[in-house]
């Protein structure tokens, strides 16, 4: 069982929709949430960054942590087609020998079409 | 602010070269640096985590002597990929870790550099 796992979707969404992205973890030890955006050939693009549990709203970004259940959302409102790309969820502990080092989801494929 | 550059974005090599490639923090200083490498539709994997000042700590499967790294300052890390070889080709990605402590909790990614070796 991978630590992190993330539906790879292809996901395709009208303009306009609601969407939600989720990631599920095993390691109790993660303290720190992030979710990253990377369109093709590019490197990953920080969207979403949250520490424990709760919630965090950036504009049209809303990302969830719910430690009990050991499951991240981001949902992204009102949805264009330049939000068409991966996104990544990401996770690390607090510190100890593998500070800074992120555990990756796989992954989910977006397209947002006019 | 938080940028990370790569250069260069895209090299073709001849089998058997070796080629570097340069990560630096553009308006932070960072000790700490990782190396990604990743495939096609697939998310990211560690190759090895760079820090200033001392030895890269290599995953798990991940040939030091063929991919070295030299963090020689606190704004740049290179990755020598020796002797390459067509498998080699691939995305790779750097990140780097702020020393600052207010934006310390995460990695800012670098653009990546797409290596093609022929």
């Known amino acids: 069982q991978k630590e992190v796992e993330q539906d790879p979707g292809p996901l395709s969404v009208p303009e306009g929709a609601i969407v939600s992205l989720n990631c599920t973890y095993s390691?109790?030890?993660?303290?720190?949430f992030m979710w990253y955006r990377q369109y093709s050939r590019k490197g990953p693009e920080l969207l979403m960054y949250t520490y424990s549990s709760g919630n965090k709203e950036d504009g049209r970004f809303t990302a969830q942590v719910d430690k009990s259940s050991k499951y991240i959302s981001l949902f992204i409102r009102d949805s264009q087609p330049s939000d068409s790309a991966t996104y990544l969820c990401?996770?690390?502990?607090?510190?100890?020998?593998?500070?800074?080092?992120?555990?990756f989801g796989q992954g989910t494929i977006l397209t947002v079409h006019p | 602010g938080a940028v990370v550059s790569q250069h260069p974005s895209r090299v073709i090599c001849k089998s058997g070269t070796s080629v570097k490639i340069e990560c630096r923090s553009l308006d932070f200083q960072a000790t700490t640096m990782f190396w990604y490498r990743q495939f096609p539709k697939q998310s990211l994997m560690l190759m090895a985590t760079?820090?200033?000042?001392?030895?890269?700590?290599?995953e798990q499967g991940v040939e030091k002597d063929k991919f070295l790294i030299n963090h020689a300052s606190l704004t740049l890390s290179t990755l020598t990929v020796t002797s390459a070889h067509p498998e080699d080709s691939s995305f790779y990605i750097c990140s780097a870790v702020p020393d600052d402590s207010n934006m310390r909790d995460t990695q800012y990614f670098g653009p990546g550099t797409r290596l093609t070796v022929l």
């Open positions: 760079s820090n200033e000042g001392s030895k890269a700590t290599y």
């Open positions: 990401a996770m690390r502990g607090a510190g100890g020998t593998s500070y800074g080092k992120l555990t």
């Open positions: 390691n109790s030890a993660f303290q720190y």
